[in-house]
């Protein structure tokens, strides 16, 4: 039960975040843009995206000077992306050591593929220079600061990026993205069978007593109990689930039928375990990501689903 003061805490930080979120709208299609870029992912560039926002947001106490709101969202999430890609090669790099650490060449494929985000022939540091430059237009000067560089430098980062480059193609070409399947889940597709029917109780059934709801990033639910008082309170009428791998992720397709025909409502994925479903994301609220998708699949999204209207 949260006391008094919680509660104002609560409603002052909605208030607060909501007037930021105001202020933000002009560069965030940019910022979108620009993590799917880097990471070469639709699904690690939304969360990318969604980390950049909280943390741009959290920092703002921070901030005492007067602030260029565009720059200051690029910079973080130009750090925090790099800051990830070291973590993920130093992990794989201590456990190759306990293998077979004077196999370079065997070492730098490990870590190739454990870095999924990067482009097949490009430094993070290149990749977010370039796409800096190159698609959004910085100064050098500007990039400098978010890469924690120097002007002259920015500038031969850049010239090595473009000729190493040429030798590969296109920017889509160096982020494509394998379609790998996931492995079957009867679980998942028991679920989609009670959402088509309408089966709340089936639902709950296949769930875990400690299932974590994500709704990205509008409220999160903490266990079987907040999930039946809560989002599943929200109704499944008059919606449609479908199966579908999109860039190499399994995850469910809700359609809504409305007066212009079946449009996106939502997209989603479960983790199972032990035969239950432990954590189950919605990207409900996450515009950008559902505009690609609905671009993708070629369907209308719903742009007017309460609580949000996008029209």
């Known amino acids: 039960m949260l006391t008094d003061t919680m509660k104002n805490i609560v409603e002052d930080t909605r208030s607060l975040h909501n007037q930021f979120e105001e202020e933000i709208v002009p560069y965030k299609q940019d910022l979108w843009n620009y993590c799917r870029y880097v990471t070469g992912s639709p699904w690690e560039g939304e969360d990318l995206f969604q980390e950049t926002l909280l943390k741009a947001f959290a920092m703002l106490p921070q901030i005492w000077q007067p602030l260029n709101t565009k720059a200051y969202l690029f910079r973080i999430a130009t750090n925090r992306w790099i800051d990830e890609c070291r973590k993920r090669k130093r992990a794989v790099e201590d456990e190759s050591d306990k293998y077979e650490p004077d196999l370079q060449a065997s070492q730098a494929f490990n870590i ?33 600061n978010m890469v924690h560089s120097t002007e002259g430098a920015v500038y031969g980062i850049v010239h090595r990026a473009r000729r190493k480059l040429q030798t590969v193609g296109t920017y889509e070409k160096a982020h494509h993205t394998t379609e790998d399947i996931s492995p079957h889940s009867e679980v998942v597709d028991a679920y989609l069978d009670a959402f088509n029917r309408r089966d709340i109780e089936q639902m709950l059934q296949l769930t875990s007593d400690t299932i974590h709801m994500e709704v990205s990033p509008g409220f999160q639910e903490f266990s079987k109990g907040d999930v039946e008082k809560g989002s599943m309170q929200a109704g499944i009428m008059g919606k449609q689930a479908l199966r579908k791998n999109l860039w190499g992720k399994e995850i469910i397709i809700v359609l809504a039928k409305t007066e212009h025909g079946l449009q996106l409502h939502d997209v989603q994925f479960q983790d199972v375990v032990d035969g239950k479903i432990v954590r189950h994301k919605s990207y409900f609220f996450c515009r950008e990501l559902l505009t690609a998708i609905a671009d993708k699949l070629e369907i209308q999204l719903q742009r007017n689903k309460p609580p949000v209207n996008w029209e």
């Open 112 to 144: 190739r593929e454990a870095l999924e985000v990067l482009v097949h022939h490009l430094t993070p540091k290149q990749v977010t220079t370039l796409l800096l430059m190159d698609v959004f237009q910085f100064k050098a000067a500007e990039i400098a």
